[in-house]
T-cell receptor, first 115, second 113 residues
Framework: AQSVTQLGSHVSVSEGALVLLRCNYS??????LFWYVQYPNQGLQLLLK??????LVKGINGFEAEFKKSETSFHLTKPSAHMSDAAEYFC?????????????FGKGTLLTVNP | SQTIHQWPATLVQPVGSPLSLECTVE??????LYWYRQAAGRGLQLLFY??????ISSEVPQNLSASRPQDRQFILSSKKLLLSDSGFYLC????????????FGEGSWLTVV
């Protein structure tokens, strides 16, 4: 069984400030981990994913996330927020291995960027 | 490259009317296909998934059904809509063995009135 907890349903930052969105997971087997972004009235777009290679994963739009097994975390960061980063962000987990194909999503974190 | 098309983009339907949302994937074969629903403040709920033609798994009991008549076509249906069926519906696909990554369509807004 697996689950995802996103701490903070709403995060507000100033333009140019650090973005930190928190995600903790629970998985009985080694996980794959994902971050998706959703802009208003659109589908979800993959930002980055961890699939047991490097623990620091770089994604699109300057985002990165670090897999920390000891903390069961996969927090998303960006050094300097841009207005265009305002969106909802979802963390997701699945068991590693090719035969399992379902993701479990967190409830999402809405990021607001203030000018 | 692979693409996913989902339609209609928006739909307003009266209570008790039928529903059909369609989704097709191009550029890949034998994909895993999914229907998710997103309601405000409740994240994404997996409704159905399919690993092949005619193979449908339901995650939650509900007023909806899904069908996969062709390899890359996935249909979400209802015979009689309820108010609680309103929401944002997302079709998605993945390919087994490619890191379990799921790719989403643009979504369909359903409002039941």
């Amino acid at each position: 069984a697996q689950s995802v907890t996103q701490l903070g349903s709403h995060v507000s930052v100033s333009e140019g400030a650090l973005v930190l969105l928190r995600c903790n997971y629970s998985s009985s087997v080694p996980p794959y981990l994902f971050w998706y972004v959703q802009y208003p009235n659109q589908g979800l777009q993959l930002l980055l994913k961890y699939t047991s290679a490097a623990t620091l994963v770089k994604g699109i739009n300057g985002f990165e996330a670090e897999f920390k097994k000891s903390e069961t975390s996969f927090h998303l960061t960006k050094p300097s927020a841009h207005m265009s980063d305002a969106a909802e962000y979802f963390c997701a987990v699945s068991p590693s291995g090719g035969s399992n194909y379902k993701l479990t999503f967190g409830k999402g974190t809405l990021l607001t960027v203030n000018p | 490259s692979q693409t996913i098309h989902q339609w209609p983009a928006t739909l307003v339907q009266p209570v008790g009317s039928p529903l059909s949302l369609e989704c097709t994937v191009e550029g890949t074969s034998n994909p895993n296909l999914y229907w998710y629903r997103q309601a405000a403040g409740r994240g994404l709920q997996l409704l159905f998934y399919s690993v092949g033609i005619g193979q449908i798994s339901s995650e939650v009991p509900q007023n909806l059904s899904a069908s996969r008549p062709q390899d890359r076509q996935f249909i979400l249906s209802s015979k009689k809509l309820l108010l609680s069926d309103s929401g944002f519906y997302l079709c998605a696909w993945s390919v087994t063995g490619q890191g379990n990554t799921i790719y989403f369509g643009e979504g369909s807004w359903l409002t039941v009135v």
